[in-house]
């Protein structure tokens, strides 16, 4: 079991950037696959970016390609969203995730379906000024 917690949300202008950061407890973090979502009133929660837990593979929303880099610091128990040249469209609660990477054989890319998720902290608002 994993919990988590995110911070770093706040307001920025259209074309700045801003930080988050997904911090977990548990001795077993390295373990877990970490994706971000997202969510905007009346909307399910939209895959934004998540990291593997083995080797630190990636996988990128197409709407986000270039402009976000997830990373994590697996000492530190964190892992964080990089986001540059936001958009007033990027503006939601953005959450953190966790999965079990072991439950997969094969060691394959971290999931990107919300569904695959077990874990979830309450989210951070990120609010984008045009």
């Known amino acids: 079991q994993v919990q988590l917690v995110e911070s770093g949300g706040g307001l920025v202008q259209a074309g700045g950037s801003l930080r988050v950061s997904c911090a977990a407890s548990g001795r077993t973090f390295s373990l877990y696959n970490i994706g971000w979502f997202r969510r905007t009133v009346d909307q399910e929660r939209e895959f934004v970016a998540a990291v593997g837990w083995n080797g630190g593979s990636t996988a990128y929303a197409d709407s986000v390609k270039g402009r976000f880099t997830i990373s994590r610091d697996n000492a530190k128990n964190t892992v964080y969203l990089q986001m540059d040249s936001l958009k007033p469209e990027d503006a939601a609660a953005y959450y953190c995730?966790?999965?079990?990477?072991?439950?997969?054989?094969?060691?394959?890319?971290?999931?990107?379906?919300?569904?695959?998720?077990?874990?979830w902290g309450q989210g951070t608002q990120v609010t984008v000024s045009s």
């Open positions: 995730a966790a999965d079990f990477g072991p439950k997969r054989p094969g060691k394959p890319a971290p999931p990107v379906s919300s569904r695959e998720y077990d874990y």
